[in-house]
């Protein structure tokens, strides 16, 4: 079984800080996706990553995909009380087809003024 | 882009009723539809893979009796928990596979 371990699972921390929080395993996926969770809805894609040491930049955001193709990172920077959610990453069997998705454990961001 | 509609939004039953959800890919043919179960505070676990005009592929755990999942055409998946307990309570997500993954907005089951 395929695990994605999230940390931290809980952050707490006022505008303006930066934080980051990390996804780890121990198996190879083809692609690492990120979504954003609010309650009561379905996970928003922030971004998807497929090479290994990969880089990508969403606004404020950074995502980073490890060379080795397990672990990968999302970097907030001057973080914003509209950044308030759930941080889920996710791993992909295969890319450019439908398959399945593990998703990780989960960190619950707090962003407060 | 691709919408995923999914109904009922919130649902409240009763213990041994049975309730049906409803995945709808708007604008585009879904071939494969993925079911997730997500409890309070977790994350989202998958259940089964739907196949339009196939049997579902359910995960290693789940009872694929219990959760009965229904991909009759190419833009209708059904989910439908028989006989509901309580610990069937959960938030339901489906989600489908169009050059990308689009989730729906989910449903918040209770049974009491």
């Known amino acids: 079984t395929q695990l994605l371990e999230q940390s931290p699972q809980f952050l707490s921390i006022q505008e303006g800080e930066n934080l980051t929080v990390y996804c780890n395993s121990s198996?190879?996926?083809?692609?690492l996706q990120w979504y954003r969770q609010e309650p009561g809805e379905g996970p928003v894609l922030l971004v998807t990553?497929?090479?290994?040491?990969e880089v990508k930049k969403l606004k404020r955001l950074t995502f980073q995909f490890g060379d080795a193709r397990k672990d990968s990172s999302l970097h907030i920077t001057a973080a914003q009380p509209g950044d308030t959610g759930l941080y889920l990453c996710?791993?992909?069997?295969?890319?450019?087809?439908?398959?399945?998705?593990?998703f990780g454990t989960g960190t619950r961001l707090q962003v407060t003024l | 882009g691709a919408v995923v509609s999914q109904h009922p939004s919130r649902v409240i039953c009763k213990s041994g009723t049975s309730v049906k959800i409803e995945c709808r890919s708007l604008d585009f043919q879904a071939t494969t539809m993925f079911w997730y179960r997500q409890f309070p505070k977790q994350s989202l676990m998958l259940m089964a893979t739907?196949?339009?005009?196939?049997?579902?592929?359910?995960e290693q755990g789940v009872e694929k009796d219990k959760f009965l999942i229904n991909h009759a055409s190419l833009t209708l998946s059904t989910l439908t928990v028989t006989s509901a307990h309580p610990e069937d309570s959960s938030f339901y997500i489906c989600?489908?596979?169009?050059?990308?993954?689009?989730f729906g907005s989910g449903t918040r089951l209770t049974v009491v």
């Open positions: 990553v497929v090479t290994g040491g």
């Open positions: 198996s190879v996926f083809s692609s």
């Open positions: 989600s489908a596979y169009v050059g990308g993954y689009t």
């Open positions: 996710a791993g992909g069997e295969n890319t450019g087809t439908a398959s399945k998705l593990t």
């Open positions: 739907s196949n339009e005009g196939s049997k579902a592929t359910y």
